[in-house]
């Protein structure tokens, strides 16, 4: 019995050595920080899973918090490779709205400015972007984790480090709220606005941890494999330029600790980024780089099969609380509510062509959350064709947002027939417009209201005999104003899919019944456009437009024009025409079709070739007897690169009206 006593003793007091020997060691994986160059994190993320090594901890900086964030809670690597693949980076990184829950006039309004920055009173530090996109992301990607909450429950336990610009001192997230420590942890100074947090402003924590392997050590792994991607230092023959000095600036500031990292990291994947930067948020970079992340870990593989094997780790092993996350059935997350936009909103852009030269328009939209809702909104454009607007408009409960605007124009425009100046002219245009019936919704947009119109002339100088110039006399006109657009394109200025429908009625008068003691003048004017694809980067678009004016008379400011391109239209009668580059005077009715072809190159260029016909005529009996009718035709090849700044392209175009070549130089955003 004695015996039996003692056998048992000494099998209870070796239990827990014999179960702590069997006990599997616990692997972390630590990602550095390094902007877009962290997308290589995936690729190396996918190969450490086919070697069979399980992952327990996964600690991140900056872009490494982003990916290690999104597998702590299920998201696998090959998932991470669609998502960032699909992004569109130019607008997940600017506080740009969504276009797809913008009502017609508003997208219109986002894509006339190349930089439309949103202004809060409650906004801190000295961040260019607030980063509103980056938060809807996060809501979507981390549905099911946006409650406060014990990162080491996760899924796979997660930490990753942020910096408190008020001390300089390193804030490790070990819990709280996962959407806001990732969006600390990126905060680029100066790019995105800080996170506030209690009384801490919270920046990138690469500037005090960018590859925090000891964080990994301290939630207790036995083993660390880090990838990294910082950069080398420049030397002083590359830095020439001031994005050059900043950006060595935070690669020093990136080194802290990391020598010490390195010594605690049993594999260390470090990728070649030569030729990248931080901003390097291309399709062509972040299929790049995703590849090399892969092909680094590849080229380890041998050593992670012996670090596998070294330490007895079974290559079927999977953390114990690993667990599917189970993401939102709406893959396109969408922002919903009123259109009204929450904080002022100020644009910029910036046109040059060959017609008007350079233009500078600068843009505010300013909402006031009173009991009924309106937004003041307007802007200011700079060049030859200066003009000014400020808008008000309601939105009450209701299916329509009233409107009140005031527009004032000062233009000097060069008329031409058969390509030759017959006058040159300068006025100043005074326009207020009321809009009872303003109903704006995402694809449609209808108004009806009423317009004053005042010409006041300067200079008229005369360049060829045959224009009357008692035509260019001071006048004022009241019209009854209609419109109704249709759009459902997706894309503003090159789309492939969809159609655009716009058509406009003026009832115009100068007391609002008549027109010279006569009846009133009818302006009516259509446009509709579909997109027909024929491949997968080839567009078949059709397009019928045109402008009947009937009445008595046809007074100058409503002259129907010819020549440029839409959307950059001189004047508000003008209509565009292939091979023609100026202000071309022709008959009052015009009816035309345009034929065009897009091929898309790459995922910003873009070659068109159009072929354009229409028939001008002054009365309606002209056109059904067939008679007087000039017939026109056209054509031209285009080029065109959907930047930033807007669209930069040219044209050279031929048509009858002029018969010789034409060039159509332009770049910037049209407004």
């Known amino acids: 019995m004695k015996k039996t006593l003692t056998l048992l003793a000494a099998l209870l007091l070796l239990a827990p050595v014999g179960a702590q020997s069997h006990r599997r060691p616990k692997v972390a994986v630590v990602l550095s920080g390094g902007g877009a160059k962290g997308a290589a994190h995936i690729g190396a993320l996918k190969v450490i899973e086919e070697a069979g090594i399980p992952i327990d901890i996964v600690c991140g900086t900056s872009m490494g918090a982003l990916v290690g964030g999104l597998y702590s809670i299920g998201w696998t690597p090959r998932e991470m490779d669609s998502i960032i693949r699909s992004q569109v980076w130019s607008d997940l990184l600017t506080d740009r709205i969504d276009p797809n829950i913008l009502d017609v006039e508003h997208r219109h309004i986002q894509n006339t400015y190349a930089l439309w920055h949103a202004i809060s009173t409650q906004e801190v530090g000295g961040g260019v972007v607030r980063g509103e996109n980056l938060d809807r992301f996060f809501d979507h990607l981390l549905y099911g984790y946006l409650d406060s909450l014990d990162f080491y429950s996760l899924p796979v336990p997660f930490a990753c480090v942020a910096t408190n610009l008020i001390d300089n001192t390193e804030i490790d997230f070990h819990n709280g709220y996962l959407k806001q420590a990732m969006r600390a942890s990126m905060s680029i100074p100066g790019v995105f606005a800080p996170v506030r947090k209690g009384d801490m402003l919270?920046?990138?924590?690469?500037?005090?941890?960018?590859?925090?392997?000891?964080?990994?050590?301290?939630m207790g792994a036995d083993i660390v494999i880090g990838v990294s991607v910082q950069a080398k230092g420049m030397s002083a023959d590359e830095i020439v330029h001031t994005v050059s000095v900043l950006e060595q600036l935070i690669d020093i500031n990136c080194r802290n600790k990391y020598q010490y990292n390195v010594l605690h990291t049993d594999l260390l994947l470090k990728v070649d980024v030569s030729g990248f930067t931080a901003a390097s948020f291309t399709d062509d970079a972040i299929s790049t780089l995703l590849a090399r992340g892969e092909k680094v870990a590849r080229e380890h593989w041998d050593d992670l099969i012996a670090l596998r094997r070294k330490h007895g780790i079974d290559s079927t092993a999977r953390p114990d609380s690993l667990r599917r996350m189970v993401p939102p059935k709406d893959k396109h997350h969408r922002m919903k509510g009123s259109p009204l936009i929450n904080d002022p909103l100020i644009g910029?852009?910036?046109?040059?062509?060959?017609?008007?030269?350079?233009?500078?328009?600068?843009?505010?939209?300013?909402?006031?959350?009173?009991?009924?809702?309106?937004?003041?909104?307007?802007?200011?454009?700079?060049?030859?064709?200066?003009n000014f607007r400020i808008e008000n408009t309601i939105f009450p409960r209701g299916i329509t947002s009233p409107?009140?605007?005031?527009?004032?124009?000062?233009?000097?425009?060069?008329?031409?027939?058969?390509?030759?100046r017959i006058i040159n002219v300068r006025y100043n245009h005074h326009r207020t417009e009321l809009y009872p019936i303003n109903s704006r919704l995402r694809?449609?947009?209808?108004?009806?209201?009423?317009?004053?119109?005042?010409?006041?002339?300067?200079?008229?100088?005369?360049?060829?005999?045959?224009?009357?110039?008692?035509?260019?006399?001071?006048?004022?006109?009241?019209?009854?104003?209609a419109e109704a657009i249709h759009n459902c394109e997706n894309h503003w200025y090159f789309p492939s899919q969809g159609s655009r429908?716009?058509?406009?009625?003026?009832?115009?008068?100068?007391?609002?019944?008549t027109y010279n003691g006569d009846h009133g003048l009818h302006d009516i004017r259509a446009r509709w456009r579909t997109n027909l694809p024929i491949a997968s980067r080839l567009t078949l678009q059709p397009m019928a437009y045109g402008r009947l004016f009937l009445g008595s008379e046809q007074p100058y400011p409503f002259a129907t024009l010819l020549g440029s391109e839409w959307f950059a239209m001189c004047t508000d009668h003008q209509l565009p025409f292939d091979g023609v580059n100026n202000i071309e005077y022709v008959d009052r009715n015009l009816v035309a079709l345009r034929l065009q072809l897009q091929y898309r190159l790459l995922k910003s260029h873009y070659?068109?070739?159009?072929?354009?016909?229409?028939?001008?005529?002054d009365s309606l009996d002209q056109f059904e007897n067939a008679s007087d009718i000039i017939n026109l035709y056209g054509g031209a090849i285009a080029?065109?690169?959907?930047?930033?700044?807007?669209?930069?392209?040219?044209?050279?175009?031929y048509s009858n009206l002029l018969n010789k070549p034409t060039f159509y130089l332009s770049m910037g955003h049209r407004f």
């Open 202 to 218: 919270l920046i990138d924590g690469g500037l005090r941890n960018n590859y925090p392997a000891d964080i990994a050590r301290e």
């Open 501 to 513: 429908i716009e058509a406009s009625y003026d009832y115009i008068t100068d007391n609002l019944f």
């Open 348 to 386: 910029a852009a910036f046109r040059f062509d060959n017609e008007e030269n350079g233009a500078l328009q600068l843009g505010v939209r300013f909402p006031l959350h009173w009991h009924v809702p309106m937004e003041i909104g307007g802007h200011i454009r700079l060049g030859k064709r200066f």
């Open 403 to 420: 409107s009140l605007a005031y527009t004032f124009f000062r233009d000097e425009l060069n008329y031409c027939i058969g390509g030759q």
């Open 443 to 481: 694809k449609y947009l209808l108004k009806v209201g009423l317009r004053w119109d005042l010409y006041r002339h300067g200079d008229l100088s005369l360049i060829r005999p045959g224009m009357n110039l008692s035509d260019f006399t001071n006048a004022h006109y009241f019209s009854l104003h």
């Open 639 to 653: 080029y065109f690169y959907d930047s930033f700044l807007g669209p930069i392209g040219f044209n050279i175009g």
């Open 607 to 617: 070659l068109h070739l159009r072929l354009s016909m229409a028939s001008s005529f």
